[in-house]
């Protein structure tokens, strides 16, 4: 069945450094991605999604390209901000329903 | 505009209980789905209901059902609590089900059971 895996956290980064959390699934067909955050607290938010091979979702300084060739979904942002401190869910859509990774929880140090 | 909302916001109760959790979704939605989230892990899926009906089911036993009124509101019952059933209880609103509609999810609803 379908199934998304994503790297296990915490990842922590100082200020302003790179970020990368990779995300990989697998599908039959063709599903639509999506990564999503939770701030502490709080619900779900949809961060930004891709619904075919090759576009690329943004969202807040976040980009995310669906690769269908390495059946692939990594989030990266250039410059991360204390305020990027969440936990962060890559999620797939096949029949309607949404399956999700377990989750990367981020701290960003100032 | 409101957003999805839940109640209640924590609740507690032991084995064997049932328990009713309820969700209004965001205006303008008619679809609501609900998920069930373990602590440290992501959100699995329930179910979700569209048009008063149930549409689809993850894999969950019946002691989950749900409901969904003419107002588009959803309730989630779960029947004959284990301890296992303690978790963060999201539900999540729609237009619609196509699967690359963007749902919008409440804060939830964090049940224990002891």
């Known amino acids: 069945g379908n199934s998304v895996t994503q790297m296990e956290g915490p990842v922590t980064l100082s200020e302003e450094a790179f970020l990368t959390i990779n995300c990989t699934y697998t599908a039959t067909g063709y599903p639509s991605l999506f990564w999503y955050v939770q701030y502490p607290g709080e619900g779900l938010q949809l961060l930004l999604k891709?619904?075919?091979?090759?576009d690329k979702g943004s969202n807040k300084g976040f980009e995310a390209t669906y690769r269908k060739e390495t059946t692939s979904f990594h989030l990266e942002k250039g410059s991360v901000q204390v305020s990027d401190s969440a936990v962060y869910f890559c999620a797939l859509t096949g029949s309607d329903k949404i399956i999700f990774g377990k989750g990367t929880r981020l701290h960003i140090l100032p | 505009d409101a957003g999805v909302t839940q109640s209640p916001t924590h609740l507690i109760k032991t084995r064997g209980q049932q328990v009713t959790l309820r969700c209004s979704p965001k205006s303008g939605h008619d679809t609501v789905s609900w998920y069930q989230q373990a602590l440290g892990q992501g959100p699995q899926f329930i179910f979700q209901?569209?048009?008063?009906?149930?549409?689809q089911r993850g894999n969950f036993p019946d002691r989950f059902s749900g409901h969904q009124f003419p107002n588009y509101s959803s309730e989630l019952n779960v029947n004959a609590l284990l301890l296992g059933d303690s978790a963060l209880y999201l539900c999540?609103?729609?237009?619609?089900?196509?699967?690359?509609?963007?749902?919008?999810f409440g804060p939830g609803t964090r049940l224990t059971v002891l």
């Open positions: 891709a619904t075919k091979a090759d």
């Open positions: 999540a609103s729609s237009l619609g089900q196509l699967r690359y509609n963007e749902q919008f």
């Open positions: 209901y569209y048009e008063e009906e149930e549409r």
